[in-house]
Nanobody
């Protein structure tokens, strides 16, 4: 059974930074690409970033390019999302996701204040 547990969310002022973590349980973490999604109130869930198995390839939504960085440590079964220069519109619940098998974490709230 795969479980994904996010942490690191919170309240931050615009322009600030946060680092989200997603710890995975189960086997074969290093065999799957991982993604971060987010869902703002009243909006659909959107893909924020994806990282390949080795971490050598990443992809980002246009809205976060140059500000967010996705990374992973396979030995720790953890994927990260470093968020810099946060904007009000980054406020959302952020979810970790493994597409193969469609596994989701419970989400962590990020609130950016002015």
């Amino acid at each position: 059974q795969v479980q994904l547990v996010e942490s690191g969310g919170g309240l931050v002022q615009a322009g600030g930074s946060l680092r989200l973590s997603c710890a995975a349980s189960g086997r074969l973490f290093a065999s799957y690409a991982m993604s971060w999604y987010r869902q703002a109130p009243g909006k659909e869930r959107e893909l924020v970033a994806t990282i390949s198995i080795t971490g050598g390839s990443t992809d980002y939504a246009d809205s976060v390019k140059g500000r967010f960085t996705i990374s992973r440590q396979n030995a720790k079964k953890t994927v990260y999302l470093q968020m810099n220069s946060l904007k009000l519109e980054d406020t959302a619940v952020y979810y970790c996701m493994r597409r193969v098998g469609s596994y989701w974490g419970q989400g962590t709230q990020v609130t950016v204040s002015s």
